[in-house]
């Protein structure tokens, strides 16, 4: 297949890794991958904010870059889900029909990674290798909106050399959310202090995600404590083979 990478604001200015892995992974697999170097953003933190004018002027944006994609993958359950759930919503809210119309006939052809592979490609072992004790953390859109289900977890169950340690509280936000960490920084840091607590009790040496958001977030709160456990994104996981270990 063709695949058009997205690869988010957050993993473009700080976790550049997360895409060259995106991208060894689709490629050992068979595919062809594209990356258009005029996209952006998808408007999700805008959105969010309530800035809809902004909002919907990327989602334009969106739409325009990749309206003849055969398929839209991206390493972000969060970016997907803003792109084929919620922007059909701003859309309706701004009354703009011929962009609804747009974002709905390409909203099927975007997905997470994760629920690319298991669930279109129908791949859950990329003969993946990482020797380290793991615990994943379902991140809050992947979950709730995408549903991306267990994906993830039948990935990673198939790492090979690898430990996958179950984690308490999983489905218990990380604190995160974009602007409410900054907006609610108490309550923010109280959730972190719970997901914190529930993956050193895993004796776990890395946290791993869909989502680098909420991993800098993670990763932040464990660095703080001195816990020696890190996080890594789940792609970096998946391109990892025994021969080279990418994360």
């Not at 289900?149 to 050399?161: E, K, M, S, T």
């Given at each position: 297949m063709q695949i058009d990478?997205?690869?988010?604001?957050?993993?473009?200015?700080?976790f550049p890794r997360t895409g060259q892995a995106t991208v060894r992974l689709l490629e050992r697999l068979g595919h062809q991958v594209r990356f258009n170097a005029n996209q952006t953003c998808c408007g999700q933190m805008h959105l969010n904010t309530g800035y809809r004018g902004d909002a919907l002027?990327?989602?334009?944006?969106?739409?325009?870059?990749?309206r003849d994609s055969e398929l839209v993958v991206m390493p972000s359950g969060s970016c997907a889900a803003m792109v084929r759930e919620l922007s059909p919503e701003a859309a309706r809210w701004g009354g703009d029909q011929e962009l609804l119309r747009e974002v709905?006939?390409?909203?099927?052809?975007?997905?997470?990674l994760s629920e690319f592979l298991v669930n279109k490609l129908g791949v859950d072992d990329v003969g993946a290798y990482y020797p380290h004790r793991v615990t994943y953390h379902p991140t809050c859109h992947a979950m709730r909106v995408l549903r991306v289900?267990?994906?993830?977890?039948?990935?990673?169950?198939?790492?090979?050399?690898m430990t996958l340690l179950e984690?308490?509280?999983?489905?218990e936000c990380c604190g995160f959310g974009g602007t409410f960490s900054i907006k609610n920084p108490?309550?923010?840091?109280?959730?972190?202090?719970d997901k914190t607590r529930h993956i050193l009790d895993t004796g776990a040496e890395v946290c791993t995600a869909g989502d680098n958001s909420c991993l800098l977030h993670i990763g932040g709160g464990l660095h703080r404590l001195r816990s020696g456990a890190g996080t890594v994104h789940l792609a970096e996981i998946l391109a990892s083979t025994e021969g080279e270990v990418f994360a």
């Open positions: 990478l997205f690869i988010t604001c957050i993993n473009d200015a700080l002027k990327l989602i334009r944006k969106f739409v325009d870059d990749y709905e006939e390409l909203a099927p052809r975007v997905f997470e289900g267990d994906a993830p977890l039948r990935l990673l169950r198939n790492v090979r050399g984690l308490g509280g999983a489905e108490d309550v923010s840091a109280a959730m972190l202090a």
